[in-house]
């Protein structure tokens, strides 16, 4: 089990913040330029419990600041089954592949039977930092029912969307990602994407 990420350190003017309610809280991540505030305020909406926290949660997901998008997927993951369906929605609709990534990481983080076909879509998606962090979160979901559209992925034109394919299926391939594994080792002709499929096929097969 990893480490509850440690909660970020209160910027300049976090009292005022932390007596904020929702209404002002909302303001200031819409209106503030630092992105220390802004982060501050998502940490503060996410630990508020309420569920009118969710869609500005959802809408930091798209900030342009790493800290800030990084802070509310901890957020939804903390709000627990409530995130789901908005985080759903947000891989889905959300132009912004930054957002697809981090929503996808927050289902994987929840790891309930709902995010199941979410992140089977997320197989599909047009970025490869999605494909990724969907192919991780099936890994971390353990449901074989992602094998095939997992298999499909070790393909992909992103080398690193390779090996987690790969990771994913030592995890949860059975029998149909063995043979899928040895298939891919044969054709891959990356040296570091080939180790990859090696352990893989060392775990699954012990």
Same mark, same amino acid.
């Given at each position: 089990?990893?480490?509850?990420?440690? #909660? #970020?350190? &209160?910027?300049?003017?976090?009292?005022?913040? $932390?007596?904020?309610? +929702? $209404?002002?809280?909302?303001?200031?991540?819409?209106?503030?330029?630092?992105?220390?505030?802004?982060?501050? !305020?998502?940490?503060?909406?996410?630990?508020?419990?309420? &569920?009118?926290?969710?869609?500005?949660?959802? $809408?930091?997901?798209?900030? &342009?600041?790493?800290?800030?998008?990084?802070?509310?997927?901890?957020?939804?993951?903390?709000?627990?089954?409530?995130?789901?369906?908005?985080?759903?929605?947000?891989?889905?609709?959300? #132009?912004?592949?930054?957002?697809?990534?981090?929503?996808?990481?927050?289902?994987?983080?929840?790891?309930?039977? $709902?995010?199941?076909?979410?992140?089977?879509?997320?197989?599909?998606?047009?970025?490869?930092?999605?494909?990724?962090?969907?192919?991780?979160?099936?890994?971390?979901?353990?449901?074989?029912?992602?094998?095939? &559209?997992?298999?499909?992925?070790?393909?992909?034109?992103?080398?690193?969307?390779?090996?987690?394919?790969?990771? !994913?299926?030592?995890?949860?391939?059975?029998?149909?990602?063995?043979?899928?594994?040895?298939?891919?080792?044969?054709?891959?002709?990356?040296?570091?994407?080939?180790?990859? +499929?090696?352990?893989?096929?060392?775990?699954?097969?012990?």
């Amino acid at each position: 089990m990893t480490d509850k990420p440690l #909660p #970020p350190t &209160p910027p300049e003017g976090a009292g005022d913040l $932390e007596t904020q309610g +929702i $209404e002002m809280l909302v303001h200031t991540f819409h209106s503030s330029a630092d992105p220390t505030l802004r982060r501050y !305020a998502v940490y503060l909406l996410g630990k508020s419990g309420d &569920p009118a926290a969710l869609r500005p949660l959802i $809408e930091a997901l798209a900030d &342009p600041e790493k800290t800030v998008r990084e802070q509310a997927m901890l957020s939804l993951v903390d709000s627990g089954k409530s995130a789901i369906r908005p985080l759903t929605d947000a891989m889905a609709k959300e #132009p912004k592949w930054q957002a697809r990534y981090r929503a996808a990481e927050a289902l994987g983080k929840l790891a309930d039977d $709902e995010v199941l076909q979410p992140l089977i879509r997320g197989l599909k998606d047009d970025r490869d930092h999605v494909r990724y962090m969907a192919a991780k979160g099936l890994k971390e979901l353990g449901d074989s029912r992602a094998v095939e &559209p997992l298999i499909i992925l070790l393909n992909d034109e992103n080398r690193v969307v390779r090996m987690m394919t790969a990771r !994913a299926l030592s995890a949860i391939g059975g029998e149909k990602g063995r043979i899928a594994l040895e298939a891919a080792l044969a054709s891959e002709t990356d040296d570091e994407v080939k180790n990859v +499929i090696r352990e893989a096929l060392a775990v699954i097969t012990s």
